[in-house]
């Protein structure tokens, strides 16, 4: 349906090149009059000589813009002839005609009109006559101009009631035509009412059908059963009596196998208790040769026992000869340890003195101060010594989850910086000293910090790798106070 609108759309000849277009029905104006189009020409000729007006008859009536159809079968040579209306002027026998000026020749319109015979020449009236003609011929012009409106508007009246009259006509037709598509959609209601009774007749019909047909299934299925269960109470019957039988049966094979089964334990029993008397017996001679090994494994973990704590009584002399040994040895290692340790300790006093007096005179360079002892510096997380990194985060740790944060719980609330400590630690674990690198800016959070660094001190000794390496290390790390300690 969509195609056959979209052809019955389109428009042959249109007002292009001739090729077929598509027209929509709702572009079409049908109750529009056609646009009123006046044309102007100049006069060839001077006043006219005689005030009478035009007759009626001579009054040239507007003529119509031609169709597009009719334009486009006008040959072209005429089609500029016929595109607009050309008055045709009546000449007037009472009129004398003037020879045009120059000045108008170039704009004489290219249709050829007809000239009025030439009259004798006049002699010129006076100025009251010449004003006197002026007025005539002003009213005869405004007379058929008057005229003119009066037919042009009887010519849009008739063009108006035809036009009213032609949408009557359609209105009737349509009208005619919704009245047949009624009595056919009538027709077609009564005919598909008619096919609906004889529909639900027949459904009525099968319906009984299908419900007798439903009945004698049912009468035949309750026949079939009433049979099924008559077979059913036989072969019960016959079933129950062929149990009775072969309860009989069951029951003789039983005593039967009851009495074999008690002739087969009795003589279970005397097997099992002459076994018993064997094993008994076999056990007896087996607890003897046992207690002779036995007594034989005595003898010889007695003897054994007597060789081994003859050698252990000898190790025992060896190993307190060896512990005395050791004992002596390790007192030497402890006398020159303790030496050593008192020598590291006199230096690490002067080097500690050394840093108060650069601590007080600015000029003096904050870094670490070489001397005999050996050193380490730990600034970061990472190092290629582990023991070194191990040690470090040991301390680490032993601030971070011990209680020493509530020694400066209060004093942390105060606003303040980061601040970024040393610590360093002699060999036994002893704190060398403490020195801030980057203060807080608040002298109570500095002073805790110490206080906090004394409390747990000592922190251990080095482990014996480290100690080969180094007598005092240095550890930096930057404090922060959120919910706990953090080094970092």
Do not use: C
């Amino acid at each position: 349906m969509l195609v056959h609108a979209l052809f019955l759309s389109m428009a042959i000849g249109g007002q292009g090149l001739g090729l077929p277009g598509l027209h929509l029905p709702w572009q079409e104006r049908r109750l529009q009059a056609n646009d009123l189009e006046i044309l102007l020409l100049p006069t060839r000729s001077a006043a006219p000589a005689s005030p009478l007006p035009l007759p009626p008859a001579e009054i040239p009536l507007p003529i119509a813009p031609p169709t597009p159809a009719a334009a486009a079968e006008m040959p072209p040579n005429t089609s500029s002839a016929v595109s607009a209306p050309q008055p045709v002027p009546v000449a007037s026998p009472a009129r004398t005609v003037a020879p045009p000026p120059a000045t108008t020749a170039a704009k004489t319109p290219d249709i050829p009109l007809p000239t009025a015979p030439a009259a004798p020449p006049v002699v010129l009236p006076t100025l009251a006559e010449t004003k006197q003609k002026q007025l005539e011929q002003e009213t005869r012009e405004r007379a058929i101009e008057q005229a003119r409106f009066e037919q042009e508007k009887q010519v849009a009246e008739k063009l108006r009631q035809s036009e009213l009259l032609a949408e009557a006509q359609r209105e009737a037709a349509r009208q005619d035509l919704l009245r047949q598509e009624a009595v056919r959609v009538e027709a077609a209601r009564v005919e598909a009412a008619r096919a609906e009774a004889a529909r639900v007749e027949a459904a009525r019909i099968e319906t009984a059908r299908v419900e007798a047909g439903r009945i004698e299934l049912a009468r035949q299925d309750a026949a079939r059963r009433e049979a099924l269960r008559l077979e059913q109470a036989k072969q019960e019957e016959a079933a129950r009596a062929e149990q009775i039988a072969k309860a009989d049966a069951a029951r003789r094979e039983a005593e039967r196998l009851e009495q074999a089964r008690q002739e087969n334990l009795r003589r279970e029993a005397l097997r099992q208790e002459q076994a018993r008397q064997d094993e008994k017996a076999r056990q007896d001679a087996a607890r003897q040769e046992l207690e002779r090994a036995q007594n034989a494994r005595l003898d010889a973990e007695r003897q054994e026992a007597a060789r081994q704590d003859a050698v252990r009584q000898e190790a025992a002399r060896l190993e307190q000869a060896r512990k005395e040994q050791a004992q002596l040895a390790k007192a030497k290692q402890e006398a020159e340890r303790e030496e050593r340790l008192r020598a590291i300790g006199r230096q690490l006093n002067e080097e500690a003195a050394q840093r108060e007096a650069a601590l007080k005179n600015p000029s003096r360079s904050l870094l670490p101060t070489v001397s005999a002892l050996r050193r380490g510096w730990l600034f970061g997380r990472a190092d290629p010594n582990a023991e070194l990194v191990q040690y470090a985060d040991a301390i680490g740790k032993k601030f971070e989850l011990n209680m020493a944060f509530d020694m400066v719980r209060d004093i942390v609330k105060q606003r303040h910086v980061s601040p970024m400590v040393t610590i360093a630690v002699r060999a036994d674990g002893s704190v060398e000293k403490v020195t801030f690198v980057v203060s807080s800016g608040v002298p109570a959070i500095d002073e805790g910090i110490r206080k906090i660094i004394a409390s747990h001190a000592p922190f251990g000794a080095f482990p014996p790798t480290l100690a080969r390496q180094y007598d005092v290390i240095e550890i930096r790390r930057t404090w922060v106070f959120d919910t706990a300690i953090r080094l970092q």
